[in-house]
């Protein structure tokens, strides 16, 4: 089946300490996201990319970057990572229509 | 300033009955709206849309209406089965590739 990959699904880090999270899809889309989504929470958007272009919101701290080498792989890092930004991290793919192909989300805790 | 809202946290309902679920939108350029459902550990998946030139979409046991003048959409299950248990986010999207979420609503199915 096409699919939205995340690795790891689940990630430990030490505050300060800089950690990648990886997302890759099969689905070919042109389009991908990354989002945070705290406990009970809405899902927020930290950015996307439109084909390569980098599509950043305005209240995503400046610690959040992304990569995105190809059409399959998205990268989030995250440079020095605090307590607040433990989180699930999800990855989206879609066509540039509406609809959004999630991956199942890396949970970051932050030691 | 939450756009989409889904102000119950929760719904209990019992097996074979219907579940409502409720979303209210600010944002008068909203003109397409979604809803995902989320397993644990699981990514969201889409679940069913509707366009702002419809006041109703129908797929199964799920149909989503829509009122326009009230900004207000809902959700209706029937008949709920346990496997309906789940968190359920109301999403919207205006011109741009991009999704507002409302925090979701935590359906439990009884038997």
């Known amino acids: 089946d096409a699919m939205v990959i995340q690795n790891p699904r689940y990630q430990v880090t030490q505050f300060g300490k800089p950690v990648t999270l990886s997302c890759s899809q099969t689905l070919n889309h042109n389009v991908m996201y990354w989002y945070q989504q705290k406990s009970s929470q809405a899902p927020k958007l930290l950015f996307h990319y439109y084909d390569k272009d980098f599509n950043n919101e305005a209240d995503t701290p400046d610690n959040f970057q992304s990569r995105r080498p190809n059409t399959s792989f998205c990268f989030l890092d995250i440079r020095s990572p605090g307590l607040g930004d433990a989180a699930m991290y999800l990855c989206?793919?879609?066509?540039?229509?509406?609809?959004?192909?999630f991956g199942p989300g890396t949970r970051l805790t932050v030691l | 300033d939450q756009q989409v809202k889904q102000n119950s946290p929760s719904l209990s309902v019992q097996e074979g009955r219907i579940s409502i679920l409720n979303c209210d939108y600010t944002?008068?350029?909203?003109?397409?709206f979604l809803w995902y459902k989320k397993y644990p550990a699981e990514g969201p998946t889409f679940l069913i849309s509707?366009?702002?030139?419809?006041d109703k979409n129908e797929d199964g046991r799920f149909t989503v209406f829509l009122n326009k003048s009230a900004k207000h959409l809902s959700l209706h299950i029937v008949p709920s089965q346990p496997g309906d248990s789940a968190v359920y986010f109301c999403a919207a999207s205006g011109r741009s590739n991009k999704l507002v979420f409302g925090a979701g609503t935590i359906l439990r199915v009884k038997s």
């Open positions: 509707i366009s702002s030139i419809k």
């Open positions: 944002n008068s350029m909203f003109d397409y």
């Open positions: 989206a793919a879609a066509t540039g229509v509406n609809e959004q192909f």
